[in-house]
């Protein structure tokens, strides 16, 4: 625990199929200000993201055609493979001046080891260790396969609160009531004592079982890859595993990234045991919330019959259709309900109930009465919080987390949550990076724009020559299709609201209750919930 220094391990930043072009595209990783681009070996670097000239945000560049990266401002152009400012524009001509600033240290910018492992790019944040980074090696469970289905959300709330939350299962039927069936408060159940293997520096592993009566002859392990992995799996009787790969990258203080991807493995043939009713749900999860990752035994047949096919005919013709599926079908998990319910909870506590113990004002810092370890501002004396408690006395013995004791949210909402336009963001937290789901809101908001704009004056157009000629009975159909037109284009224009934010009110039925980021306030009888996701739990 020692020689642990937090700059000097492997982070997952970006899957490659979300990395357009050549970039650059912008990165915070542990605070650095980072951008990641192409060079003209087709490698993808990472270089310092600020300008040695003037400071400016190499991010607002572009890579020129010799493959470097060059700054907007005043067009200085930089080499991938070291970072060495290769060509000054104002310099031209002038031999002192280039001897100052071309391929010296003064102008070069830093440079970060980069890999890619299973269709994810890992960066290295310390720029003077790139031996090490060689030496070392990201942790990528071996279950994922070859090419896993990844998905990108940036969450308001630090690493170490999201770290935590991983590590505990009990939080699920009470937090996450009816999202998944049989998640409610009534069907849990006090866990049994957890088997907890200390790996060193490369993490811990955790063994446990249920917690719910549906799910009592669970066997799940979660091992922590460090730095910043969750891999966790969800076995039952009948042979069926759900897998759930997370990786909680430390942006900032106060912030993560939640890369995510999943598998499931059906039964065997005639399997069945009490519990597979209940697991339905996570296998929903992984088939449809959570973007299905590599699917180790085929859980179903592949879709067949007319509309199947011309489907496929259509995506094969033409392959921006095949984006917008596929970011139609990441509208879901934007939709979904576990990852904002887990927002909403882990914001507050982030910003506003951590620091009020760590100052004092709720209480002092005190050592579990069950668990060794150093004091903590929770109170943790049950099974169920024991890999809690032991993963704050691993943090402990690595300086606290990757920013210490300052990692956390306060400071940015100055002592508050973050608001729900900030926790329900679909922008920031993931539609901006993700190309297929930018290909869907366009198609989605062009359609609605056509309607509104063509379709139901071309169709009222239709509707006035019908009754200039006396055909008012005719004249009906274009009437009624005109309003179809008008309907449709406001439901679509939801839709494409949809992808941009969560925080608009939603009326329930004749109610009228508002859904916000944990759900419809009224009774547990009527408990609706709703909103985004910006990761899922397993729970």
Excluded at 26 to 51: E, Q, S
Excluded at 84 to 103: I, R, S, Y
Excluded at 153 to 178: I, N
Aim: glycine letters at 12%; proline letters at 7%; one cysteine or more.
């Amino acid at each position: 625990a020692g020689t642990w220094d937090w700059a000097k391990q492997w982070y997952p930043v970006m899957p490659l199929s979300m990395l357009e072009g050549d970039g650059p595209v912008p990165l915070t990783l542990l605070g650095k200000t980072l951008v990641l681009w192409r060079d003209d070996l087709g490698t993808w670097r990472c270089t310092d993201g600020i300008c040695r000239h003037r400071l400016a945000p190499l991010a607002l560049g572009r890579v020129n055609a010799q493959g470097q990266l060059m700054c907007r401002y005043h067009g200085w152009c930089f080499r991938g493979s070291d970072g060495a400012c290769v060509k000054v524009p104002m310099a031209q001509g002038d031999a002192g001046a280039e001897a100052v600033l071309l391929n010296t240290p003064l102008t070069a910018l830093g440079t970060y080891p980069t890999q890619v492992k299973k269709g994810l790019l890992f960066v290295w944040p310390d720029a003077d260790s790139a031996a090490l980074a060689g030496k070392s090696e990201p942790f990528m469970a071996e279950e994922m396969g070859e090419a896993p289905d990844w998905n990108v959300f940036d969450a308001p709330a630090s690493w170490r609160v999201w770290m935590e939350q991983t590590w505990d299962p009990s939080h699920a039927p009470f937090l996450h009531q009816f999202t998944l069936p049989s998640f409610a408060p009534e069907n849990a159940k006090a866990m049994e004592p957890f088997v907890i293997q200390d790996l060193g520096n490369k993490g811990m592993q955790c063994d446990h079982g249920g917690y719910m009566t549906s799910n009592m002859d669970l066997k799940a392990r979660r091992v922590f890859g460090a730095p910043c992995a969750n891999f966790s799996t969800y076995g039952y009787p009948d042979g069926r595993e759900v897998g759930f790969h997370f990786y909680f990258v430390p942006t900032e203080a106060g912030r993560v990234r939640q890369i995510t991807t999943s598998y499931f493995r059906p039964a065997t043939a005639g399997g069945k045991d009490a519990s597979q009713d209940a697991v339905k749900g996570n296998q929903l999860t992984v088939s449809t919330v959570v973007p299905r990752g590599r699917i180790l035994e085929s859980a179903a047949a592949p879709k067949t019959g007319i509309v199947a096919g011309v489907l496929a005919r259509a995506e094969r013709r033409w392959p921006e259709f095949a984006k917008v599926r596929r970011g139609l079908n990441k509208l879901k998990i934007l939709r979904g309900r576990l990852g904002d319910q887990d927002n909403a909870i882990l914001s507050f506590q982030d910003s506003v109930g951590l620091p009020s113990v760590q100052s004092g004002r709720l209480r002092q810092p005190a050592p579990s009465r069950r668990y060794p370890g150093p004091p903590s501002e929770y109170v943790l004396e049950t099974n169920a919080d024991a890999h809690v408690a032991r993963f704050g006395a691993w943090l402990a013995e690595r300086g606290g987390g990757p920013f210490g004791s300052d990692d956390g949210a306060g400071s940015l909402h100055g002592g508050k949550p973050p608001g729900e336009a900030e926790l329900m963001n679909r922008w920031e937290a993931h539609t901006k990076f993700a190309p297929d789901t930018r290909a869907a809101l366009d198609f989605v908001a062009g359609a609605a724009a056509r309607l509104e704009t063509v379709g139901a004056p071309s169709l009222l157009a239709a509707t006035g020559v019908c009754l200039a000629f006396g055909a008012v009975q005719l004249a009906s159909v274009p009437a009624l299709a005109a309003a179809g037109a008008l309907y449709a284009s406001a439901r679509l224009k939801r839709v494409a609201q949809d992808f941009v934010s969560g925080a608009a009110a939603r009326a329930d039925g004749a109610r009228g209750e508002v859904v916000g980021p944990l759900g419809a306030i009224g009774t547990s009888a009527n408990f609706k919930l709703g909103g985004p996701s910006t990761a899922l739990n397993p729970g």
